[in-house]
């Protein structure tokens, strides 16, 4: 399979999650993709236990305030941009990309205080993508 070409910036959509247009920076640096979460919680119901989280932040165009709810999920050990080791929880869902759809795993993560509310990381890129760092959205959806 040739690989596609995208920018150092792309226009995604995560449907499970239902987040329709963001605009996700591309970090090959980064293991998994990462999104911005507030009001993270395990919660218990009945004999089971859930993370809920709200995507995004308030200021995002993207932000809806719905309350995303799992029972799969992990809690990993991350290396953080600072180099600090942080326990952080990581969940699979859709990414929509372009014309391409696929899962991919996603950590939660404050973000408040960066720039980009979304990373997609090497994992999700290898095998599929190659990044021209001089282009911004080259194959994500507009609109």
């Known amino acids: 399979m040739e690989k596609q070409v995208i920018g150092r910036k792309e226009r995604i959509s995560l449907p499970d999650w239902g987040i329709g247009s963001v605009i996700a920076k591309v970090d090959t640096g980064a293991y998994n993709c990462t999104i911005h979460a507030s009001s993270v919680n395990e919660v218990r119901e009945g004999g089971d236990t859930f993370l809920e989280f709200v995507p995004l932040a308030p200021s995002h165009a993207a932000y ?7 029972k799969t999920y992990k ?3 991350v290396k953080n941009s600072f180099g600090q080791i942080e326990k952080r929880y990581l969940l699979r869902t859709t990414l929509a990309l372009g014309d391409f759809t696929f899962p991919a ?7 408040s205080e960066m720039k980009n509310a979304v990373l997609l990381g090497r994992k999700i890129l290898k095998g599929r993508f190659m990044v021209d760092v001089d282009k911004v959205n080259l194959i994500g959806k507009t609109g």
Do not use: H, Y
């Not at 809806?64 to 799992?70: E, N, R």
């Not at 795993?105 to 973000?111: C, E, H, K, Q, V």
């Open 75 to 77: 809690v990993k050990k």
């Open 64 to 70: 809806t305030g719905d309350k995303v709810k799992t």
């Open 105 to 111: 795993a996603f950590t939660l993560s404050d973000r």
